[in-house]
C-alpha cells in the first residue's frame, strides 16, 4: 500500500518544478529590409538622372557650316545688287510689251481672219515663244539675278522673287489672249452667234495681261 502510494505520488508532477517559457519566434533579419531600400535608391537617383540627360544636359553646338550665305560677310552692297537686277528685268520687259503690241496691230488688220495674215502668223509664232523662249527669257533672267544675291552673301529683296512670279505669267497672258482673239476674228468673219460673249473673254484676257504687267513693273520699281 505505501509502495502503491509512493509511485503515485512519483508520478504526478511536483508543482514546484518550473515551467516551460514559451518558444519565442525568431525576428526576421533586418538587413534584408535596409537592402532592399538601398536598391530602390540607386534605381530612383538612375532613374532622374537618365531624365535630366535627355531633357535637359548639355546644348547642342551650333555647326557653322550649316548657317546660310546671309550671315556671312556681304562682299557686295543692295543697292548695287537691285541695280543689276533691274538691268536684266527691264529688257525682259520691253521684249514681253513689244510682242503683245504687234499681236494688236496685227489683230486689226483687215485680212486677220486669213490664215496667210500677219496675225495668224504671229499667234502661231507666239504659241512657239509661250513654250520655249518667253519663259526661258523670265527664268533667265531672274536666275542670274538670284544667283548675284547669293554669290555677295545678301538676301535677294522680295521684289525680285515678285517679279519672277509676275512677269513669269506674262507669256501664258499673251498666248491666252491671242488665241481668244483668234476666235474673235473668226466669229467676226463667220457671223457667229458667240461674238459678242467671244469679245468679252477677250477683254478679260486683256486685263489680267495689263494687271500682270503693272505688278511686273511695281516689282522693278521696289528695287
Known amino acids: ?3 502503491q502510494v509512493r509511485q503515485t505520488a512519483e508520478q504526478k508532477p511536483s508543482s514546484q518544478q518550473p515551467l ?29 538622372w537618365g531624365i535630366s540627360a535627355l531633357t535637359g544636359g548639355h546644348k547642342k553646338l551650333v555647326n557653322k557650316s550649316n548657317l546660310t550665305h546671309t550671315q556671312q560677310k556681304p562682299i557686295e552692297s543692295l543697292a548695287i545688287l537691285n541695280a543689276q537686277a533691274v538691268s536684266l528685268f527691264n529688257p525682259v520687259m520691253t521684249n514681253l510689251e513689244n ?3 504687234v499681236g494688236q496691230a496685227d489683230a486689226q488688220q483687215a485680212n486677220s481672219g486669213n490664215i496667210n495674215s500677219a496675225f495668224h502668223a504671229w ?17 533667265k533672267a531672274y536666275n542670274t ?10 538676301t535677294a529683296p522680295n521684289a ?28 467676226e468673219v463667220n457671223g457667229s452667234s458667240s461674238l459678242a460673249s467671244d469679245q468679252q473673254t477677250v477683254a478679260k484676257d486683256l486685263q489680267q495681261y495689263e494687271s500682270d504687267l503693272a505688278k511686273a513693273k511695281q516689282d522693278i520699281a521696289d528695287l
Not at 499667234?123 to 527664268?139: A, F, I, Q, R
Not at 539675278?145 to 545678301?154: F, L, S, T, V
Not at 512670279?165 to 481668244?180: F, K, R, V
Open 1 to 3: 500500500m505505501d509502495n
Open 20 to 48: 516551460k517559457q514559451p518558444v519565442k519566434k525568431k525576428e526576421e533579419k533586418k538587413g534584408n529590409a535596409v537592402g532592399g531600400i538601398i536598391l530602390i535608391a540607386i534605381v530612383l537617383v538612375l532613374l532622374i
Open 99 to 101: 510682242q503683245m503690241s
Open 123 to 139: 499667234e502661231t509664232n507666239e504659241s512657239n515663244k509661250e513654250n520655249v523662249s518667253n519663259n526661258d527669257e523670265v527664268t
Open 145 to 154: 539675278a538670284d544667283n548675284a544675291y547669293y554669290n555677295a552673301h545678301q
Open 160 to 187: 525680285v522673287n515678285n517679279w519672277d512670279t509676275d512677269a513669269g505669267n506674262l507669256p501664258g497672258d499673251i498666248s491666252t489672249w491671242a488665241n481668244d482673239e483668234q476666235t474673235v476674228i473668226s466669229d
